[in-house]
C-alpha cells in the first residue's frame, strides 16, 4: 500500500501542478478567451472594513487569551512572562527572531548559535526591535501583542481583495475560511504568518489598484520578511503581462517598479549575508550544513514524509501525526485545490499560489508545511471561489476545517511536533 501511495500521491499532486500551470499560461497570454480576471464585485469603501477587522481582533484576543491561561495553567511559573517563556519561546523559531531582536545578526555567540540566525529574515525582529525601543515594554510581551493588529491588516487585506473582485459573499467566506484553517494558530503566536500574510494581499491589492509606490515598498517588505516574498515579483509580471495582452497600454517605469519591490527586498537579504560573512548566500550554506535543508521537489517531499510516516508510527507516532501526515495531505490538498479553482482565479493569483507551493513544499527536509500554507492567501480565495452558491457544503467543510484547527491548536499547545 504504501508503495502504490508513494506513486499515486506525488503523481495527483504533480497533475494538479501541470493543469494550474498551463491555465495560468493561457489566462496570461490569452485572457481574451477566459473570464477568469473579470471583478465580481463593486468599489470597496474604506467604512466596510470595520466589521472584518473586528472579527479578527476578536478571534485573535481569544486565541491568545486561550494562549495566557493555558501558559499560567501548565506549570508552577513564578511570573506571567516565565510562563509564557516556558510556553511559546522554547520549541519553536519564536526563540531565535527574540534573539534577533535583542541582539541582532553577527558571526558570534551573543547568544546560542547566533552565527547561524542569518537563516531568518530580518523584517519581524527588526519591528520587534523597534517597538522595544520606543515602548521599553518585553519582547517576549511584544512578540505576541504585535500580532493582533497585524492579523487584523491581513484580514481586512484578504476581505479588501476578495470584496473587489468577487463580491461581499465570497470575502466573508473567505475570511471565514482563513480564520478556522488548521494553521490558524501561528496568526496569533509570535512567528511571522500574520505579518507575510499582511503585506502580501495589501500588494496585490495595491498592484491590481495600480498605486505602484505603495506597492514597491509592501513587495519590498515582504521580500525582508521571508523567502516567498521573492515570488510576488512574479506575480507582479504575471498580472503586467495580461494586461499588455489584454490590449491596455504598456507598464511605466511605476508599474515596474512595483514588480520590481519584492526581489529588491530579497536583495538586500543577500546584501545583509554578504556584509556579515562575505557570501551573499550564506543562508543556504548553513541551512544545509546544520539541517539538510535545500530546495527539491514536493514530489519527493510526499514519498518522503509517507515513508517517514511508517517509520515513525510505532515509536514516534506525534511526528508521524504532525509533521508526516499534515505535510502530504497539505501538499496534496494545496494543489487540488488551486487546479480546481484555476479555471476562477486571476492568472497571476495562481501563478503565484504554485510557485510559492513549489518553494515551501520542495524542502529536502519539510517540517511546518501547514505554518507555509497557512499564509497563501489563494488558498482560501480558492475554496471560497469553489464554494459559492453552495451553503450546506460551505457549513460542512468550514466545520471540518475548525475541528482540525482546534486539534491542531491544542496539539501546539501541549510541545507536540509542530513547527
Known amino acids: 500500500m504504501l508503495e502504490v501511495l508513494r506513486v499515486v500521491l506525488p503523481l495527483a499532486a504533480a497533475l494538479c501542478f501541470v493543469w494550474g500551470a498551463w491555465r495560468c499560461a493561457v489566462g496570461t497570454l ?217 490590449g491596455e497600454r504598456r507598464p511605466g517605469a511605476g508599474a515596474l517598479a512595483a514588480m520590481v519591490g519584492p526581489a529588491v527586498g530579497l536583495g538586500l537579504y543577500f546584501g545583509l549575508n554578504q556584509a556579515i560573512y562575505g557570501r551573499w548566500n550564506q543562508y543556504s550554506v548553513y541551512q544545509w550544513e546544520h539541517w539538510g535543508q535545500k530546495l527539491g521537489l514536493f514530489t519527493e517531499t510526499i514519498r518522503y514524509h509517507l515513508s517517514y510516516l511508517v517509520l515513525w508510527w510505532q515509536d514516534n507516532r506525534p511526528a508521524a501525526l504532525w509533521i508526516c501526515l499534515t505535510a502530504v495531505v497539505c501538499i496534496v490538498c494545496s494543489f487540488a485545490l488551486l487546479a480546481a479553482a484555476a479555471r476562477r482565479l486571476p492568472p497571476s493569483w495562481l501563478g503565484y499560489g504554485l510557485a510559492y507551493l513549489l518553494v515551501t513544499m520542495g524542502a529536502t527536509w519539510l517540517l511546518s508545511a501547514p505554518r507555509y500554507a497557512v499564509a497563501l492567501f489563494c488558498l482560501p480565495v480558492a475554496a471560497a471561489v469553489l464554494l459559492q452558491g453552495h451553503p450546506r457544503l460551505t457549513r460542512l467543510v468550514g466545520s471540518l476545517l475548525l475541528v482540525g484547527s482546534v486539534a491542531y491548536t491544542l496539539a501546539y499547545l501541549m510541545h507536540q511536533s509542530i513547527y
Open 30 to 246: 490569452f485572457p481574451a478567451i477566459t473570464t477568469a480576471t473579470e471583478p465580481g464585485g463593486s468599489p470597496l469603501e474604506a467604512r466596510e472594513l470595520w466589521r472584518p477587522a473586528l472579527l479578527c481582533l476578536a478571534v485573535g484576543a481569544a486565541a491568545q487569551l486561550l494562549f495566557v491561561a493555558w501558559a499560567c495553567g501548565s506549570g508552577r511559573y513564578a511570573t506571567l512572562l516565565d510562563a509564557l517563556d516556558a510556553q511559546f519561546y522554547g520549541n519553536t523559531d519564536a526563540r531565535h527572531y527574540l534573539d534577533l531582536a535583542q541582539y541582532g545578526y553577527g558571526a558570534g555567540e551573543a547568544f546560542p548559535e547566533q552565527y547561524l540566525m542569518i537563516v531568518f529574515f530580518p523584517l519581524f525582529p527588526w519591528l520587534l526591535r523597534a517597538l522595544h525601543l520606543l515602548s521599553g515594554q518585553d519582547l517576549r510581551i511584544l512578540a505576541l501583542v504585535i500580532q493582533l493588529p497585524l492579523f487584523c491588516a491581513a484580514g481586512t487585506g484578504l476581505f479588501a481583495l476578495v470584496r473587489s473582485r468577487y463580491g461581499k459573499a465570497t470575502a466573508w467566506r473567505a475570511l471565514g475560511l482563513l480564520l478556522v484553517s488548521p494553521a490558524a494558530v501561528f496568526f496569533w503566536a509570535p512567528m511571522t504568518e500574520s505579518l507575510f500574510l499582511a503585506l502580501t494581499v495589501w500588494y496585490v491589492w495595491c498592484l491590481q489598484r495600480r498605486y505602484w509606490a505603495r506597492a514597491a515598498l509592501l513587495g519590498m517588505l515582504a521580500g525582508l520578511t521571508r523567502a516567498p516574498g521573492g515570488v510576488l515579483a512574479g506575480l507582479a509580471f504575471l498580472e503586467l503581462l495580461r494586461c499588455w495582452r489584454a
